[in-house]
């Protein structure tokens, strides 16, 4: 946290602002040595400033430019200043040179009057963006053994590993049911329900593991070269892809570059084998290959060895690589989710992470420009996501956990583990912090700010945005009352790729990460309080869908207080207006932090917005609410170079 200022902060809606948004920045995938320009927008009356300049630190040692004043718009003075990118993750800042003397610093966390951190600078990207489409999705969760059964599936014979369920029956949270309770839900069942999906408006499905294993999460994939027989095989997952193309929505899927199952061929060959070529592939820690390092202490899950080179060419770089295989014809799935990315080539002292996840992006982009990499990295994922590899990332503490934080009202409710033992203390994500933190709207806003200032702007938009997924209990239940509506539209709104886990739209409830992995209740669509969720994701799809601004657009904080948020995402074709709040609103914004606000038309919610003489913007609602309004676009006094 910066030391106070020496004289009063101004609101947050009348502070210098800069994100690497086109707003603010000439070109979003420069090369090495290319000029970049940058805007800084300062309020007209801010200062007065003697100067402004940006400062770099390539090769880690410092380089300054000087910012122009090229105009004045609706209220803001510009300045715009080059910067020459050096290294492929090149950091800038702003400093502001005030007449009275005074010094001040604006990076990604905000403006500060001490000097910042590298780590926390603006952040240019020297290398091709991910594909456009990943910034217009909106994606949709499955777990394909719960999300629906097709009649092909009573075909198929029970594994030897399974639990069987039927679609009523209550999940099973201990173990061993919580791994093999087995309700068959296949490929054949997603097809049925991909005209679900277009009516929600998603254009984006995620599906968790379809590989043949011995579990109903499949995770412990027993090949990478097949799809689960179980599940329809591959002619179904190329059927699937094929038929979700048609209805306009792209298809990833979930591969696991940490591990195997103990079942996989390749573990197989090498388990007892010593001198098997695929026993560089893991960590065995005896002469027999009978002990081996795995993921968390599970023995069903050996860990891969990533410096062996045949097990690179195996999974990555062959023409036949696991990665290669489903990305090519007949399937064309659009990318890859790649699980626990975070621990990927890392054991103690060794750390092949950077070098896996490189090659990685450089198959899938050399296979196919269109296709997109995320990894998982649920903490804090920032030095892994510096655009050297993941085009975003599944991780946590940048939204989901905030908006929890924020708008729960842990209700108590018992559950076991998978241990058998029974709580009340509701789960947060497996952290030992004494169930769901309370946070203030203003903590919501810092912990997300926190989490994203070292990320670059570019990599930033395409991290993953749940509320919640496979691996969480579902947000709806410890959700406070009337807040549903508040994080999902949140969800939609910021920065990054919204996602709805399949169940959301539904009302589903759940204690922890596997009891959300709830078969879906198709029949009862109609009923009312479910029609009325389904309706609300609906609404909320679309406004996202409807406005490119909050794929791309910037993102400017104009409020926060205990209770209230409201936010901008800005670009120069729109600005749309954001007002979340799990408490009654009356707020005010200072005249000249929102301009345009005389011509807002509403978009989403129930709220009050009016306007004074003066430009001042008052905004009222009844909590909790969450409110949207089209604005104008940013008026900028003269076009950037290169856009």
């Known amino acids: 946290m910066s030391a106070p200022l020496p004289h009063p902060l101004p609101l947050p809606h009348l502070l210098p602002h800069h994100d690497g948004s086109p707003l603010h920045v000439s070109a979003d995938a420069p090369a090495l040595g290319d000029v970049v320009r940058v805007r800084l927008r300062v309020p007209a009356g801010y200062g007065p400033l003697a100067a402004v300049r940006t400062r770099s630190n390539p090769d880690h040692e410092p380089e300054w430019t000087d910012a122009e004043r090229i105009g004045t718009a609706d209220g803001w003075d510009w300045w715009e200043a080059p910067v020459t990118v050096r290294n492929p993750r090149h950091g800038y800042r702003f400093l502001l040179q005030h007449e009275d003397g005074r010094i001040e610093w604006l990076n990604q966390t905000g403006i500060h009057r001490l000097e910042t951190l590298d780590a926390e600078d603006f952040a240019l990207v020297a290398a091709p963006t991910p594909p456009a489409w990943l910034h217009e999705s909106v994606m949709y969760q499955v777990f394909p053994d719960r999300f629906a059964r097709s009649a092909q599936a009573d075909e198929h014979p029970t594994p030897d590993w399974a639990i069987p369920a039927s679609w009523d029956t209550p999940v099973d949270p201990v173990m061993p049911g919580r791994a093999h309770q087995f309700y068959g839900g296949d490929i054949p069942g997603i097809i049925e329900h991909l005209d679900h999906l277009v009516a929600l408006g998603v254009n984006l499905l995620y599906l968790t593991p379809v590989f043949p294993a011995a579990s109903n999460h499949r995770y412990d994939a027993s090949s990478f070269l097949s799809v689960d027989p179980l599940l329809g095989g591959d002619a179904a997952y190329a059927r699937l892809i094929e038929e979700a193309h048609a209805r306009g929505i792209k298809v990833i899927g979930d591969l696991t570059s940490n591990h195997s199952g103990d079942r996989h061929e390749w573990f197989r060959a090498a388990y007892g084998h010593p001198g098997a070529p695929e026993e560089r592939f893991y960590y065995f820690t005896d002469t027999a290959n009978t002990e081996y390092e795995c993921w968390m202490g599970a023995k069903s899950l050996p860990k891969f060895d990533w410096s062996s080179d045949e097990l690179r060419e195996r999974f990555i770089t062959a023409d036949d690589s696991v990665v290669a295989r489903w990305l090519k014809a007949p399937y064309g799935a659009d990318g890859w989710r790649v699980d626990v990315a975070n621990m990927t080539g890392r054991l103690g002292a060794i750390d092949l992470n950077a070098d896996v996840r490189r090659l990685l992006h450089e198959t899938v982009r050399g296979i196919n420009p269109e296709a997109i990499l995320l990894g998982e990295s649920t903490n804090d994922a920032t030095s892994d996501l510096q655009g050297d590899g993941w085009d975003g990332a599944m991780t946590y503490p940048s939204f989901t956990r905030p908006v929890w934080a924020w708008l729960s009202a842990p209700n108590g409710q018992p559950y076991l583990t998978a241990e058998g033992q029974e709580r009340t203390e509701s789960w947060f994500f497996g952290m030992q912090v004494g169930g769901i933190p309370r946070y203030t709207a203003r903590d919501f806003v810092d912990s997300m700010t926190r989490f994203t200032a070292g990320i670059p702007w570019r990599v930033r938009l395409g991290n993953m945005q749940p509320l919640d997924t496979h691996d969480t209990a579902r947000f709806a239940t410890n959700a406070a009352p009337g807040t549903v509506p508040v994080a999902v539209g949140l969800s939609m709104t910021l920065p990054g790729v919204p996602v709805v886990f399949a169940g959301d739209e539904f009302g589903l409830t759940s204690v922890d990460g596997e009891a959300s992995r709830t078969p879906i209740p198709w029949g009862s669509e109609e009923r009312p ?115």
Not at 567 to 573: I, K, L, P
Not at 579 to 605: F, K
């Open 529 to 643: 309080e479910v029609a009325e969720r389904i309706g609300l994701y609906r609404d909320l799809v679309q406004l996202r869908r409807a406005h490119p601004v909050l794929g791309t657009g910037g993102l400017r904080w104009l409020h926060a207080d205990d209770d209230c948020v409201v936010f901008v995402r800005e670009s120069a074709a729109e600005t749309v207006l954001v007002l979340a709040a799990r408490g009654d609103v009356d707020v005010e914004l200072a005249p000249g932090g929102l301009s345009g606000a005389a011509a807002a038309v509403a978009l989403h919610g129930d709220a009050m917005l009016a306007v004074s003489d003066d430009g001042a913007v008052a905004l009222a609602a009844d909590g909790p609410a969450f409110a949207a309004w089209a604005l104008p676009g940013v008026v900028v006094p003269a076009p950037l170079e290169g856009r």
